[in-house]
Every structure is written in C-alpha cells, then in structure tokens.
C-alpha cells in the first residue's frame, strides 16, 4: 500500500462540501466537509455501539468503525452527491463500488483488503452493523440540522431535507425501540428552534 498516494487522494475530502446543505440555501462557508461527516458519523456509530451493546446486543465493533470511516471514501473521485441528485444515479453503489475499487488499487491496497473494504461499503443498512452505520451516517445529518438552526438558517428546502432523514431513518431503527428515544430528543431540540 502507497499510504502517501493515499492521503494526497483522501485529503480531497477535507475540501469536498456536503452538496447537499447547499441546495437547502445553507452558505458554502458554513457547509461541513465529507472529511469532517466522517468523524461526525464515526463518533456517532462508536457511542451507538455502546448504546446497542447496554441493549442486549452482540455488536462487531471493529467492522461497524471501519464502515463509518470508509462510508463515504468513493466521494475522493465522485464526490459528494446531493439527496435531490440521487435519483438520476440509478447505478449509484455501482459507481461508488467502481470509485472505491480504483482509488484502492491505485494506492496499492492488496487483493484481500480491498475486497473487505468493498464488502463493508455493500453491507452499509443491512445487517446489525451496516445498519448502525446507517443511522449514524443520517445521526449526524440530524445533529447538522441543530446546528444551523441554532445558527439562524431556515428554509423549506432545510425542513424537506429534515423530513426526508426522518423517512429514510425508520428502515434502520425498526426493531430497535431504544433508538426512538434518540430521535425523540433530536427532534424535540429542532423543534425549539421554530
């Protein structure tokens, strides 16, 4: 593995906006990097597991934190492509498996590692571990909405963009009962801010 040739590439991502905070007339001064929802994202799933693991159940830490980091590294070449965009992508995770598969083997990573890798990104909301990634990746698009309220930022585009991480939450929280309390706190702190 060529870990410069790796770092050059993944330093992309501390430039690359989350797109789509700007179609929700969010500044681009105020948007977070892909690079800075990969640490919001892994913070989150590591406290989750403690939380799923205080609820009875058995979790692989090391592939839930693995996941985390990895979730978004396809954004290196495809970059950050916005919820309102998503729906003319009809290939999506195949372009992101192929983006993956490139910058991996372009960085010298053997056989084996980038096909755990390729394997963790498809496992993402399936299974326990894919989906606490899952709720984690959409967690921290949630803890985002405080803090632009909290800033000031209001817009419809901002309220849709809410409501559609709510609808997209529900398939990962679905037998797990205790994650309801999360997203109760979560929205009652939004709430205070209309």
């Known amino acids: 593995m060529n870990l410069t040739k790796f770092m050059q590439e993944y330093n992309i991502l501390k430039k690359t906006p989350r797109t789509g905070w700007l179609s929700c007339a969010v500044p681009l001064a105020e ?10 994202t892994t913070t989150i799933a590591m406290l989750l597991i403690e939380t799923f693991k205080e609820n009875g159940y058995s979790v692989n ?55 755990e890798y390729i394997g963790l990104c498809k496992s993402k909301g399936h299974g326990l571990e894919g989906k606490i990634v899952g709720v984690a990746d959409l967690l921290s698009m949630f803890f985002e909405h405080i803090e632009l309220r909290k800033r000031g930022f209001r817009s419809r585009e901002l309220d849709d963009h809410y409501k559609n991480c709510k609808d997209d939450i529900k398939k990962y929280c679905r037998g797990y009962e205790f994650l309801n309390d999360i997203l109760a706190d979560i929205d009652a702190e939004i709430q205070s801010y209309e």
């Open 31 to 40: 948007v977070k990097s892909v690079a800075e929802h990969i640490l919001d």
């Open 61 to 115: 830490s090391s592939r839930v934190l693995k996941l985390a980091l990895i979730h978004d590294w396809a954004e290196m070449r495809i970059l950050d492509i916005p919820y309102t965009s998503k729906k003319y992508f009809t290939n999506k995770l195949g372009i992101e498996e192929s983006a993956l598969r490139d910058i991996l083997g372009e960085s010298g990573f053997c056989e084996d590692i980038t096909e």
